[in-house]
């Protein structure tokens, strides 16, 4: 056998790990090896350095758990998660593209009748999200799923605001005609949490650590495709430098400022409000299989 040299270490590797019987785990490890063996020739740590990225590493996993996904986050900021989302969703053109769906997201919201309140007592801007769930072809889809969470008005999740009751989430649901109406209140721009490894390491760039002010949906129907997505408020300034890539043009959405008076839910305010339109567009389940 061959004696190792910097020269033939990586081939040597590659030969060791190629008897995998399982095909798709032996096509993973091996261009693991190369990327890996690749990074580290490109540059040349010392030791010091690379017990350094080991520590980071290693405080990176501990720091994750089930409420505290810091492992994640470093995919994010990466842009990895985004890349993991592209290529799992090749939708056809038309379609409601999709976006990460964060850390923030929790099951079983309360369902809120058409044109209701997702947030109760909650700070912020007062904001009708309006439009209609349809197929490709042009077809409404009748109830229609569509699982909302976002910040208040303060920039704040339900898990960080560590309220007992539900808040800023709720499932609404399309009617016969396909169309939903809810009220919310705006979202706003906020930071990816800066007290961890992730943090730490962004901090020694010049790279935001901002997110733009964005509602999440999750919209689902019984024979299409669910999409997990977010609306972005158009003007936001940090659009064009989301901390975790998840920004896609069709995506920007206007908030248009209403003076007070006859809100789309038929409510009246006494105050000025924000509109939002936007149409989903769904891709049949069917046809998503077909295509893959
Ligand atoms: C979010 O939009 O909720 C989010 C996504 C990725 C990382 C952090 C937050
Ligand atoms: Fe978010």
């Given at each position: ?105 929790i099951a079983d919201a309360p369902e809120i009748a058409h044109g209701g309140n997702m947030a109760k007592g909650a700070p912020g801007i007062p904001t009708f ?164």
């Amino acid at each position: 056998m061959a004696y190792v040299t910097e020269e033939n270490l990586t081939d040597l590797v590659l030969k060791r790990w190629q008897d995998i019987p399982d095909p798709r785990l032996k096509k993973v490890m091996q261009s693991l090896i190369k990327h890996l063996h690749g990074f580290v020739r490109d540059i040349e740590p010392t030791n010091a350095e690379w017990f350094t990225a080991i520590d980071w590493i290693t405080r990176t996993g501990k720091m994750s758990d089930n409420k505290r996904q810091e492992v994640i986050l470093f995919s994010d900021v990466m842009g990895v998660s985004m890349l993991v989302d592209a290529i799992n969703n090749r939708l056809p053109s038309g379609a409601t593209p999709t976006t990460v769906e964060g850390p923030f997201h929790i099951a079983d919201a309360p369902e809120i009748a058409h044109g209701g309140n997702m947030a109760k007592g909650a700070p912020g801007i007062p904001t009708f999200v309006t439009g209609t769930v349809r197929g490709l072809d042009g077809k409404p889809i009748a109830n229609a799923t569509l699982d909302l969470w976002q910040t208040d008005g303060e920039g704040l999740y339900e898990s960080q605001k560590g309220t007992e009751e539900p808040w800023m989430r709720g499932i609404f649901r399309s009617q016969a005609d396909g169309s939903y109406v809810l009220r919310t209140v705006a979202p706003i721009a906020y930071t990816i949490p800066m007290d961890g490894t992730v943090g730490e390491l962004v901090a020694k760039t010049n790279v935001s650590h901002m997110r733009p002010a964005h509602i999440h949906f999750a919209v689902s129907a019984a024979g299409y495709r669910t999409v997990t997505t977010h609306l972005f408020q158009k003007g936001d300034q940090y659009i064009e430098t989301d901390v975790v890539y998840g920004v896609k043009e069709p995506l920007i959405t206007e908030f248009k400022k209403m003076p007070p008076g006859k809100a789309p839910n038929g409510e009246t305010l006494k105050e000025p409000f924000y509109v939002v339109h936007y149409d989903f567009v769904l891709q049949q389940a069917a046809k998503a299989q077909a295509a893959a």
